[in-house]
């Protein structure tokens, strides 16, 4: 990012990423970037095991990893919710659907469907870019400024999201599975 805004990057060659973790907590919190948003995501899909929950709200959604991750999730009896926009409106154009409604075909044209719902817009967007993972007593949420398209989550755009791990009854669980339910029912 440096080099393209023309900065020299010798000023940060002394800068250290202290991987460790600092001090345990009640969350396992992670900050992913670019590629490696894609990469997370397959491993929380790719670890959902029958009987656990994946919701997700999104924007956009289109990449083919992880469209077949979840049809592979579904196939393993996991319960798959979805809450897509409607592709109608985008910052101010009138659009045809593309890319959710073909996606959210594919998904419903497969042997064990997920569950998708439209979230009603008038003339706004449905801008959430997030996925949970409830299992037993645990849930991993990522979310951030990633649509789950290639190009957000295959290094062509700058994209950041945080990922959070924690015990299902832990209060910012709570909020989040919370939000999730007002805005799925």
Same mark, same amino acid.
């Given at each position: 990012?440096?080099?393209? #805004? @023309?900065?020299? =990057?010798?000023?940060?060659?002394?800068? %250290?990423?202290?991987? *460790?973790?600092?001090? %345990?907590?009640?969350?396992?919190?992670?900050?992913?970037? +670019?590629?490696?948003?894609? %990469?997370?995501?397959?491993?929380?899909?790719?670890?959902?095991?029958?009987?656990?929950?994946?919701?997700?709200?999104?924007?956009?959604? =289109?990449? $083919?990893?992880?469209?077949? #991750?979840?049809?592979?999730?579904?196939?393993?009896?996991?319960?798959?919710?979805?809450?897509?926009?409607? !592709?109608?409106?985008?910052?101010? !154009? *009138?659009?045809?659907?593309? &890319? !959710? $409604? &073909? /996606? /959210?075909?594919?998904?419903?044209?497969?042997?064990?469907? &997920?569950?998708?719902?439209?979230?009603? =817009?008038? @003339?706004?967007?449905?801008? #959430?870019?997030?996925?949970?993972?409830?299992?037993?007593?645990?849930?991993?949420?990522?979310? @951030?400024?990633?649509?789950?398209?290639?190009?957000?989550?295959?290094?062509? !755009?700058? +994209?950041?999201?945080?990922?959070?791990? @924690?015990?299902?009854?832990?209060?910012?669980?709570?909020?989040?599975?919370?939000?999730?339910?007002?805005?799925?029912?």
């Amino acid at each position: 990012v440096l080099d393209m #805004a @023309g900065v020299d =990057s010798s000023v940060i060659d002394d800068f %250290e990423v202290n991987t *460790e973790s600092a001090e %345990e907590g009640e969350y396992d919190i992670r900050l992913v970037t +670019e590629g490696k948003v894609k %990469e997370q995501l397959l491993d929380m899909i790719g670890s959902a095991e029958s009987g656990d929950v994946i919701q997700t709200g999104m924007f956009y959604i =289109s990449d $083919r990893g992880v469209i077949n #991750a979840l049809k592979d999730a579904l196939d393993r009896d996991v319960h798959v919710q979805m809450v897509l926009d409607v !592709n109608q409106d985008a910052f101010g !154009n *009138e659009k045809i659907g593309i &890319p !959710n $409604r &073909p /996606a /959210a075909a594919e998904l419903m044209d497969h042997d064990k469907q &997920p569950e998708i719902r439209w979230y009603e =817009s008038h @003339g706004e967007q449905f801008h #959430a870019k997030f996925l949970m993972v409830k299992s037993h007593d645990e849930i991993t949420i990522t979310g @951030g400024s990633s649509n789950f398209t290639r190009r957000n989550i295959e290094d062509y !755009n700058l +994209e950041t999201n945080l990922t959070v791990t @924690g015990s299902s009854d832990s209060e910012l669980m709570t909020e989040v599975t919370g939000y999730y339910d007002r805005i799925w029912n």
